[in-house]
């Protein structure tokens, strides 16, 4: 069963709006994490957000939050007020640790949103 | 601060050659991670350390692949024979701890012809 579903594989937006990214998850593990990452046509994987599965609150760093509901195995990816910048692929991750030793979390990808900002 | 650092960033070789990648992680990060991307199989891992002790190999393709990590500021991903489905973006990734963010380099664009 695939671990991490990102259902949109491109997404137009007008610069100055926001735009949702979805992404939903399944694992059987009470404690895991999500991530958050933007990959620009440079190739980088840069680091965007992180929310854990105890986290009371949805995290938000800047212009970007998680939309996070745990109920339904979500963690949509809001990106306010668009800028040209933000055209890049996004792909959420989830760590999951499944009894692992030495503290090792697997992160899976999904395949991944293009995001497109038009001026 | 510096972040992961990988070389080459493009390597472009012959089938059958041998092929090294390199990778610096993070300062004080104890937690390494080999990525591999392609279009048709997106994101991979093929391989994490830990203290620079191998904890998972179990992505790693077949036995033309090997990754070492003599210290805690070096690792290298070699590939031998090269082979065109090799053709990919190798990430490397560090990170405090196992369970810890983490942050990728650059990437190598690797082509096999």
């Known amino acids: 069963a695939q671990k991490i579903t990102q259902t949109q594989p491109g997404m137009f937006v007008q610069e100055k709006e926001a735009v949702t990214l979805d992404c939903t998850y399944d ?18 994987m840069i680091f965007l957000i992180y929310q854990g599965s105890y986290d009371q609150q949805n995290a938000t760093e800047g212009r970007y939050s998680l939309n996070f509901q745990k109920a339904r195995k979500s963690a949509n ?19 999951e640790a499944l009894g692992r030793p ?4 697997k992160l899976i990808f999904g395949a991944g949103t293009r995001l497109a900002v038009h001026p | 601060d510096a972040g992961v650092i990988q070389s080459p960033r493009h390597e472009v070789t012959e089938m059958g050659q041998e092929v090294t990648l390199r990778c610096k992680p993070i300062s004080g990060h104890n937690s390494l991670f080999w990525y591999r991307q392609t279009m048709m199989r997106g994101l991979e891992l093929l391989i994490y350390f830990n203290n620079n002790v191998p904890i998972d190999d179990s992505g790693m393709p077949e036995d033309r692949f090997s990754a070492k990590m003599p210290n805690a500021s070096f690792s290298t991903l070699k590939i031998q024979p090269s082979e065109p489905r090799d053709s990919a973006v190798y990430f490397c990734a560090s990170s405090e701890g196992g369970g810890d963010t983490q942050y990728f380099g650059p990437g190598t664009r690797l082509t096999v012809l």
């Open chain 1, 77 to 95: 990816l809001v990106i306010s007020a668009s800028q040209l910048g933000d055209s890049a692929m996004y792909f959420c991750a989830m760590r």
């Open chain 1, 27 to 44: 694992t059987s593990d009470p404690s895991y994490g999500l991530f958050w990452y933007k990959q620009p046509s440079s190739g980088e």
């Open chain 1, 102 to 105: 030495g503290g090792y979390n």
